[in-house]
């Protein structure tokens, strides 16, 4: 199905049987608010690295799989299937570093993250700059053979895990004055501070604190690319998350709906399986449509961004692609809840989890209605043929 070869179908099965032993450690990460034992997390990242699963998205002269970005696909959906975030143990390190990174900037950051001994983290978001990126207000003022960063930043996921972060700011003076860069900042770094770090509807490991930057010094070696490029960067990032974030929605639908019609046939009420039903048929038919409209999506997708397709209908593509797939996992998840019934509502219930967990799906990354801003300005663009 899908044609796929038989390197995807090994790659996918790999993944796979890891996402069903990270499984199992669910409900206790659930309960302990989404932190496991630091030593049954080392486990968890060490099996995905001896496996084969971390940076699949790199190449293999880095150190990485150099997957096709099917494969990746293949791996981030089943990594989708885990909830509270224990499938980002197959982690996907920042490629599109690997073709501006400095020896410099390769060696002491890219390689190590590349080995899994160490991972990065992304500080964009600010109070008044969320889906408008363009608008940032945290400066970068060069000081001779330095910069100096100034500001906030907002939802910083997995600074209590990373060892750098990337922060992109306004430069302030220079020939790209009120142009963006992007630095490399290792964690800690005098100068920046935890303003808070606030609860969030999920339970996952991985913390999103408030994060001042306060006349935190840099060494120009530090900066990613050239001045002016750090809007670049952000948007390489966003294409290869959008598609990911697809993935991940696509597997959490696969088990969502596994389980509810696991459950529905053999749950009896008056004499018959729920599954007998038709009112609940019809919500796990729905569902079964929408994950084969969304696979298709997304597995064509990912063949289309391998294939070099144009970048700007590869943006589109994505756009649509996490669009859909996310909304399509929030109604999957939305259903399941109710075929489970009271039960679905337990914290213990795949389905409550994914309820929670999912609804972030259509917000970070660029929400649903960014998504169709990009995807409407395409059509206008290039029209239908180009695109579907
Ligand atoms: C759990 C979590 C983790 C995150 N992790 C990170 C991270 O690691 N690093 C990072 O930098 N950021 C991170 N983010 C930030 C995330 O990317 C932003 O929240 C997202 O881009 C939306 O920005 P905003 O929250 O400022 O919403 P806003 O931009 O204020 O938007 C609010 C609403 O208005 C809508 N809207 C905005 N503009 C338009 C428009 N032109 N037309 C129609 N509707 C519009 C939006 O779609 C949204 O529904 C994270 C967010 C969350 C919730």
């Not at 630095?183 to 604190?209: C, K, N, Q, W």
Request: proline share 3%; aromatic share 8%; charged share 25%.
């Amino acid at each position: 199905m899908y044609g796929l070869s038989s390197d995807d179908l090994e790659l996918q099965d790999r993944a796979r049987q890891l996402a069903d032993e990270l499984i199992p450690y669910e409900v206790e990460a659930e309960l302990a608010g989404g932190h496991l034992p630091e030593e049954l997390r080392a486990k968890h990242k060490q099996l995905a690295s001896d496996r084969g699963l971390v940076a699949t998205n790199i190449a293999v002269e880095l150190g990485g799989h150099g997957c096709s970005m099917l494969q990746q696909v293949l791996v981030q959906e089943q990594a989708g299937r885990v909830t509270n975030a224990l499938g980002w143990v197959m982690a996907t390190p920042p490629a599109w570093w690997a073709q501006v990174a400095t020896d410099f900037q390769r060696e002491r950051w890219l390689l190590p993250t590349v080995r899994g001994e160490m991972s990065e983290c992304y500080a964009i978001t600010e109070e008044n700059a969320g889906s408008d990126v363009a608008g940032l207000a945290a400066t970068s003022r060069r000081d001779g053979d330095e910069y100096v960063i100034d500001g906030e930043k907002w939802h910083v996921t997995s600074y209590n895990e990373a060892a750098y972060v990337f922060v992109q700011a306004v430069l302030t003076d220079g020939p790209h004055a009120g142009e963006h860069a992007m630095f490399v900042v290792d964690l800690p770094t005098p100068g920046m501070r935890v303003v808070r770090t606030p609860a969030y509807s999920h339970s996952i490991g991985h913390e999103h604190p408030i994060v001042a930057f306060e006349g935190v010094r840099v060494p120009a070696t530090h900066r990613v690319g050239a001045e002016g490029e750090g809007m670049v960067f952000a948007q390489e990032w966003f294409r290869f998350e959008r598609l990911m974030v697809a993935a991940r929605c696509v597997g959490a639908a696969d088990r969502l709906l596994t389980e509810a019609s696991a459950f529905a046939a053999t749950r009896i009420i008056g004499e018959t399986p729920l599954a007998n039903r038709q009112l609940v048929q019809a919500m796990l038919a729905d569902s079964l449509t929408e994950l084969f409209a969304a696979r298709s999506m997304l597995y064509e997708t990912a063949r289309g961004v391998g294939e070099g397709l144009d970048r700007k209908v590869q943006h589109a593509r994505c756009s649509m692609a996490k669009l859909y797939a996310s909304e399509m996992a929030g109604r999957v998840a939305d259903r399941a809840v109710q075929v489970f019934g009271g039960r679905g509502y337990m914290r213990e219930n795949v389905a409550e989890r994914f309820y929670r967990e999912l609804r972030v799906e259509r917000i970070w990354e660029g929400a649903s209605e960014l998504q169709r801003v990009i995807v409407a300005d395409q059509l206008a663009k290039r029209g239908v043929p180009a695109l579907a």
